[in-house]
């Protein structure tokens, strides 16, 4: 049986200075009027504007070489700067998945001119990407899908196919798609997937919006209809996809978006309502956001050693969406207990905001269903 181990370094003087430098930032930008905190930032707050300042000041690819327009930094420094934009609930999502896994992924397996073009531009704020790899039939269950890339001798690959819940495709640049190059393999559907870096302004892409149930457009379904890709469209080596997809997955689940998306409500409770909170709550929230804290820390670390923590990336994951449930749960029967006009407006908003996000984020990069069963098999369970 597996058993997981999650080494979390202490945070240095260097990672402090640069936490006082962005949360300073963010105290501005907020009393300027640049943005209103917003739950669920990430996937809700867009704003290439404020993207675009955050590139300023150099918080975007903080991890990759200065001659792609990063600054060399480790994953920790990056770990940073994304826990205080998202308890800040600043508006991060225009960029967000083009600093978190597409310039990673273009930086670990894209060519020298993809590197040159593309991941200065994303550590500027100035490209957003965006993923394709849920499909309509193929949800969690991602080895099903049916998007496929084709090619005649010499001729430039062809994609056919459709990619759902595609955050910010609407304003992305390019996605990175995982299709079918070449049939499964008996029972191994793994086989045979590829990973293509996809210019969003070719013939044949077509972006459609998926209205969610607050009414507003972030998710999205994509139209692959015989789109002619680049000559260097395929990323990394043919066939290899699943394992880059793996990869790419282990940066996506294992942040701190899983388990600080709701924290702005927590915080905000605390600001307007501390003497309604009890004292054994409030510590054990605390205690658990602090775990999911370590877990987290110990994950960039080992990504930063060049390790793949996939199946830990799913336990935080995991862990972190039941954390954000019961955080929801536990300020509505705070709030449930006073009437509603002797409550910060504010606060009720949030509340509001955050009832109407939670359903969503047990889906983003996995099911509860799909994650226990990755964590199960790991963990020699049957």
Same mark, same amino acid.
């Given at each position: 049986m597996r058993q997981f181990v999650f080494e979390a370094a202490?945070?240095?003087?260097?990672?402090?200075?640069? =936490?006082?430098?962005?949360?300073?930032?963010?105290?501005?930008? #907020?009393?300027?009027?640049? $943005?209103?905190?917003?739950?669920?930032?990430?996937?809700? @707050?867009?704003?290439?504007?404020?993207?675009r300042k955050l590139g300023q000041q150099g918080w975007l690819g903080l991890t990759w070489p200065v001659?792609?327009?990063? =600054?060399?930094?480790?994953?920790?420094?990056?770990?940073?700067?994304?826990?205080?934009?998202?308890?800040a609930g600043? *508006?991060?999502?225009?960029?967000?998945?083009?600093?978190?896994?597409? @310039?990673? #992924?273009?930086?670990? $397996?894209?060519?020298?001119? #993809?590197?040159?073009r593309i991941l200065p531009r994303i550590a500027a704020g100035e490209c957003f990407t965006c993923a394709g790899m849920s499909e309509p039939q193929a @949800?969690?269950?991602?080895?099903?899908? =049916?998007?496929?890339?084709? =090619?005649?001798?010499?001729?430039?690959w062809v994609l056919n196919g459709r990619k759902i819940w595609s955050t910010v495709a609407h304003i992305s640049d390019f996605m990175i798609v995982l299709a079918r190059t070449r049939p499964a393999e008996g029972k191994d559907r793994h086989v045979g997937l590829s990973q293509f870096?996809?210019? +969003?302004?070719? *013939?044949?892409?077509?972006?459609? @919006? &998926?209205?969610?149930?607050?009414? #507003?457009?972030? $998710?999205?379904?994509?139209?692959?209809?015989n789109v002619e890709m680049a000559h260097d469209a395929l990323l990394g080596v043919e066939g290899n996809g699943w394992s880059q997809c793996m990869g790419e997955l282990a940066v996506e689940r294992s942040g701190p978006e899983r388990y600080l998306t709701t924290f702005l409500l927590l915080e905000r409770l605390l600001a307007t309502m501390r003497e309604q909170v009890p004292s054994v709550v409030l510590g054990e929230l605390i205690a658990r956001?602090?775990?999911?804290? &370590? +877990?987290?820390?110990?994950i960039a670390g080992s990504l930063q050693r060049g390790n793949n923590p996939d199946t830990e990336?799913?336990?935080?994951?995991? +862990?972190?969406?039941?954390?954000?449930?019961?955080?929801?749960?536990?300020?509505?029967?705070?709030?449930?207990?006073?009437?509603?006009?002797?409550?910060? *407006?504010?606060?009720?908003t949030l509340r509001d905001e955050v009832q109407l996000r939670l359903p969503a984020s047990s889906l983003r990069g996995g099911t509860t269903e799909i994650l226990r069963g990755v964590i199960a098999r790991q963990l020699g369970v049957r």
């Open positions: 202490a945070e240095t003087e260097e990672e402090r200075t640069l =936490r006082h430098s962005v949360r300073d930032f963010l105290i501005s930008e #907020q009393a300027n009027g640049g $943005f209103v905190p917003v739950a669920d930032c990430w996937v809700s @707050g867009v704003s290439p504007e404020f993207s001659q792609y327009g990063g =600054r060399g930094l480790s994953a920790l420094h990056r770990l940073v700067v994304t826990e205080e934009l998202l308890v600043a *508006p991060v999502a225009a960029h967000w998945i083009a600093d978190r896994q597409t @310039g990673p #992924q273009i930086f670990k $397996f894209g060519t020298e001119d #993809q590197k040159q @949800g969690s269950d991602l080895a099903a899908i =049916r998007t496929r890339a084709d =090619r005649s001798s010499g001729g430039p870096l996809v210019d +969003m302004s070719l *013939p044949g892409v077509e972006v459609s @919006g &998926i209205r969610d149930i607050a009414g #507003q457009t972030h $998710f999205n379904e994509v139209l692959f209809d956001v602090a775990t999911l804290r &370590i +877990m987290s820390r110990g990336a799913a336990l935080v994951k995991q +862990m972190g969406n039941a954390f954000e449930k019961h955080l929801f749960n536990t300020v509505r029967a705070i709030l449930s207990a006073h009437p509603e006009p002797g409550i910060d *407006p504010e606060l009720l």
